[in-house]
């Protein structure tokens, strides 16, 4: 691979700013009343400037003691859990219950209030949601709850865990069956709390869109998410397969879960010990593969591609069966990398032949590495109490005008207490005079007005990370152009509509077989659902001059292209600042567009692998690493994509200011590694799998545990021993009591393979559901692995939520898809946007565009299309 030097990238008034800038959300004040449901959110938005301050009780936030701490000693300011999700945030203690006087002050001069107490501030306030809402009409109020505030799970106990298994990324994650097809293994949880990553990403976009909207009438609303609703969505593939065509996936070892099961992982071992990752075995890769092994002597048998191959097929990670020939490549790979050390494996030499090679690197291995610290990164966080600094991951992107905000180490309990509360009243940041046009175009799902009226995206999105950032931002809505050309579309055959259609889905009792039409996919509807379509080929000198027309009319230019494409076709951010200087442009490529590795080939399992969350997963080692069943960076870069454009409009709407946003899908992922850098760059130790076990949150049992019937599991998880009696009670075992090996929460933690053995031989008697329902009866947290028939068909509670949202496309007619999880109150969202519709149709637009923005006549669009230009 060609190195590019990293000199003078961030120098200049058209570079990126690096750590200089200043926030998105400078000058806002957060008051957060929160745990590890919504610290991350509150980390989110102290990245981006906010202001925030963390009210705890006398005793300390119950996160200072979750673990891992400083030298393993526990204590309330070691932490390292409590150090990466609290960084430059203050600590005032408040005695919330006897002294709420000194909350209301504090919340008289806040943006937003980030609360994950289910209620119990509003009680200690004595002022229910819409009183707090009337007494301070500015404040936008940011909940996250565990399941909704209400409904038949509402006061369900959760964790980490329960939502990972509830939310379906259980069943999408973990090994390959065994050589019957069984699964002798359980689903594995992905570790690093990413129930609450996911829950925050999402809440941080709903606050920034109700801080838009605030800009324009002056009015804070509430805005909600409900962690088992957002984890429900974040699975990439499952819900489609099984709404469109009644098809379950079987999860498999370290990649994408699959409609028909294989023994062929992608991964690689080395003669060493480490991993890699090889991913994509289809004609294309054949072509670059053959002559890359024959240079080393180990092509075997294989051959390149016949001419007739299309090497121009590209299809959803996931959505492509196995077969022999494919599974003989990749044995011939593995063959391959087994004649290599992990250090000197050519991986850059596949690279640059155009396959999608990577190390499955530990996390700290990218805290090491320069193309990250040049970045931003990673940075290091001075503690003067220890005399030293430490390393943390503290950047999600780069922009030209603004940049993430590293700030101090978190605070020690109480440290801001006396300064904050004796500051002056503060005022808030709503402008004096509120820009007073929210008339437009209301939702037709709730008559209200969108968040994002008016805002306009051309939109060269594609496959998920990017499509999927745009699509939030229609559903808040914003009109969104997407342009595709034939040549080089969109992934358009995944999930794909049954034969028969919406008739024969309801009717049917097993998989459906699918239709062929690039216009009828079920997954590029979910995922582009609200937005209109436009074919151009923007190579054509007149389809370029269009382009740039387009950039005059809209806000933001949203692309997920290897780096360089637009600008070598005439479109870099240079040329659409000469058309529009305020234009908001973002590119997402899976390592940024600046650095060594900027022109890497990525996908979500490549940049997985490489950031660190396909080595985190699995059983410990020797075991493989058992990775994601889906490309979970592909849903975090979308989060983060759409995260970046909200923040960018906040920020021109107070500064007149565009700027360029190169965001990496790979960073979204390493920001999510932070504890576990802690723990390397304070202790030295390096990650290790645990399973589905849990030591630094101490609990046993802590796992998922068989039931009856096929591939049937039950999540448990136990944190005290209110929670391991009650257990033992409702599983009718009092022996368990009395047995010594089990007696405190330390012996249970010690002893969790004989606990896992007497709790297992219980579950395997009875149905998952039995069992949740007996449990969480008993308050014991506890949830099935539900698969995606179970959330669809069987949850009550996502249900209640109205989780899927029935929108109509013009050809693939009318189908579920995903709402978004975050509920706002005066501006809600609705996943059919200002157009009320499903994904378009290629080119299905092209006249409305054209004309309606453009002011063309229809014998210039017609002559257009007769040129090749649309």
Known sequence: MTERSDAGLFKGPGEMMGNSGPGMLAGLRVIEIADERAEYTGLLLAGLGCEVIKIEPPEGCATRR?????????????SLFFWNYNRNKKSVVIDVQARPEQLLRLLQGADILLDSSCGAVNAALKLDRAALNERFPGLITARMTPFGDDGPWADFKASDLIHLALGGVMMNCGYDPDPKLAYDTPPIAPQVWHAYHIAGEQLATGVIAALIARQRDGQGQDVSVAVHEAVSKNPELDIMHWVMRRVPLWRLTCRHALETPNHSPSIMHTKDGRWYISHGMGARDLKALVP???????????????????????????????????????????????????????????QEAGLLWAPIRKPHENALDPHWIARGSFADVEHPEHGRSFRYPTSKWLATRTSWQVGRRAPLLGEDTARVMAEQARRLAVPARPRGDAAGVKSALHGKAFALQGVKIL??????????????????????????????????????APVGGRAARDAATGPLPGVKDP???????????????????????KGLAIARDLVRVCDIVAEGFSPGVLARLGLGYDEMRKIRPDIIYIQQAGMGA????????????????????AD????????????????????MGAYGYALALLGALYHRDRTGEGQWIDASQCESGLFLTGTSILDWSANGRTWSRYGNRSPYKPAAPHGAFRCQGNDRWVAIAC?????????????????????RRFATLADRMARQDALEQAVGGWTATRSAEAVMMALQNASVPAGVCQTAEDRCDNDPQLRHLQWLTEV???????????????????????????????????????????????????????????????
Request: net charge negative; charged share 20%; hydrophobic share 40%.
């Open 519 to 541: 216009d009828m996919g079920g997954q590029f509807n979910n995922k582009n659902a609200g937005k209109r379509g436009i074919s151009l080929n923007i190579r054509h000198p």
């Open 719 to 739: 944190f005290t021993d209110q929670e391991w009696r009650a257990l033992a009670g409702v599983a009718g075992h009092p022996e368990w009591l009395e047995d």
């Open 594 to 613: 600046h650095g060594t590795y900027g022109r890497m080939r990525t996908v979500g399992p490549v940049a997985a692998a490489f950031g660190g969350q």
């Open 459 to 496: 939109d060269f999105a594609w496959f998920l990370a990017s499509a999927g950032g745009t699509r939030f931002l229609a559903a808040m809505g914003a009109e969104s152009y997407k342009v595709e050309w034939k040549d080089n579309p969109d992934t358009r055959l995944a999930a794909m």
């Open 66 to 78: 979750i673990g891992p701490f400083l030298a393993d000693q526990p204590g309330p300011e070691r």
């Open 808 to 870: 109509t496309g013009s050809k693939i007619g009318t189908w579920p898809v995903y709402e978004l999880p975050m509920k706002l109150s005066r501006t809600p969202a609705y996943v059919g946007g200002p157009i009320d519709r499903g994904a378009p149709g290629y080119g299905e637009d092209n006249a409305w565009v054209l004309s309606e923005l453009l002011g063309m006549t229809d014998s210039d669009v017609q002559r257009l299309a007769e040129e090749g230009v649309i």
């Open 292 to 350: 890359l092994l024959s240079k080393y002597g180990m092509q075997a048998d294989l051959q390149p591609p016949p001419p007739d191959a299309d090497l121009k097929a590209r299809a959803v990670p996931g959505s492509t069966a196995s077969d022999e020939a494919r599974a003989h490549m990749i044995d011939v790979v593995q063959r391959f990398a087994r004649a290599w050390t992990y250090q000197d494996m050519p991986w850059l030499e596949a």
């Open 616 to 635: 985190m997963s699995g059983l410990p080692e020797p075991a493989m690493p058992v990775g994601w069943g889906y490309s979970y960076l592909d849903w």
